[in-house]
């Protein structure tokens, strides 16, 4: 990251649909379109013994901050997630969802404890600038069961996203919005504006103080 430079070989792979670093290993994972296995590879490249899931596509991957659990899913028919231990391969839960969109974007990520999950699914026609209503689900990561339903853009959700101290989660949409939730009561706090196109990604700096976002 420091010179730009490759410093390993390139993982070939086809049809990757996202890759996450181990936070505590240096260890680079990555899941793929037409395939349920999560596969590692070494820091030089190489291959590592994969991750075996009941999925026959992955679309996301994300690790909790220790890096015991995993979370992978897809949207192909209803949004499906699959939580799993890391060090002893075991599957922990699985979760399904009629509710939110499918076949579109799915967007993950852990609450600093890995306690919680907060999961979208929206689908976007960027083409014709139609976007699909989505809600934000949390829920536990130990059992699947849901904990809170976040309802308020009117677009598909791109991108969701705790601050470092698990009490507030941003989301971007299609409907050019940011949110602020409380992420313990699911209340809304507040909707940035501005963006004239789709918001992205949208990120919390370390201390939680400031939110970048792109569109």
């Keep these: 990251a420091v010179t730009g430079r490759p410093v390993a070989k390139p993982v070939a792979r086809p049809k990757v649909f996202d890759v996450a670093y181990h936070p505590t290993r240096n ?7 037409g395939s ?52 002893n391969r075991d599957l922990v839960c699985a979760y399904r969802d009629s509710e939110l969109g499918k076949g579109g974007n799915l967007c993950l990520a852990f609450s600093p404890d890995g306690g919680r999950i907060a999961l979208a699914a929206g689908w976007e026609n960027i ?20 904990l809170r339903s976040l309802q308020g853009h009117t677009g598909g959700v791109n991108c969701v ?26 209340a809304p706090l507040r909707t940035l504006t501005g963006h004239g196109e789709t918001v992205r990604v949208v990120a919390f700096s370390p201390d939680g103080s ?3 976002s792109c569109s």
């Design 27 to 33: 260890v680079l994972a990555s899941v793929a379109r």
């Design 161 to 186: 996203t705790f601050n470092s101290a698990g009490t507030m989660l941003a989301s971007s949409s299609g409907d050019k919005c940011i949110k602020l939730w409380d992420a313990h009561s699911g």
């Design 36 to 87: 349920g296995t999560i596969a590692f590879h070494a820091s030089d490249g190489s291959s590592l013994p994969p991750l075996e899931t009941t999925f026959d596509d992955i679309w996301q991957i994300a690790f909790s901050q220790t890096g015991k659990l995993a979370v992978c899913g897809h949207t192909d028919s209803v949004p499906r997630l699959e939580i799993w231990n890391v060090d």
């Design 210 to 212: 400031r939110l970048a």
């Design 127 to 146: 083409l014709k600038h139609k976007s699909q209503p989505c809600d934000i689900k949390i829920i536990d990561s130990s059992t699947g069961n849901p």
